[in-house]
């Protein structure tokens, strides 16, 4: 029983920390952080994927945030995205 406990607090625990390192989509460029970058991103078919894909580029470059800033297409979703940190 203790083993069972002990394997949820750890994967309660992971998941929380990974949670922390994810960029965060704003709305608006946030006042308290700079523009460091701008990233792009294509081959996605929904805006969901895209911001996805965007957002673990942004996590890869560890940055705290990201704003999507531009998209367009149908199927081929193209996207690029500010970096802030």
């Known amino acids: 029983m203790k083993r069972i406990n002990r394997l949820v607090v750890a994967a ?15 709305n608006c460029a946030p006042l308290d952080q700079q523009k460091i970058e701008v990233i792009s991103a294509t081959g996605s078919s929904t805006l969901t994927s895209l911001e996805q894909q ?23 979703l193209p996207g690029t995205a500010a970096l802030y940190n």
Do not use: E, H, P
């Open 12 to 26: 309660l625990l992971s998941s929380l920390s990974f949670a922390s390192v994810a960029a965060q989509s704003v």
């Open 54 to 76: 965007l957002s673990a580029r942004g996590s890869n470059a560890g940055v705290k945030s990201f704003r999507i800033t531009s998209t367009s297409g149908s199927n081929n």
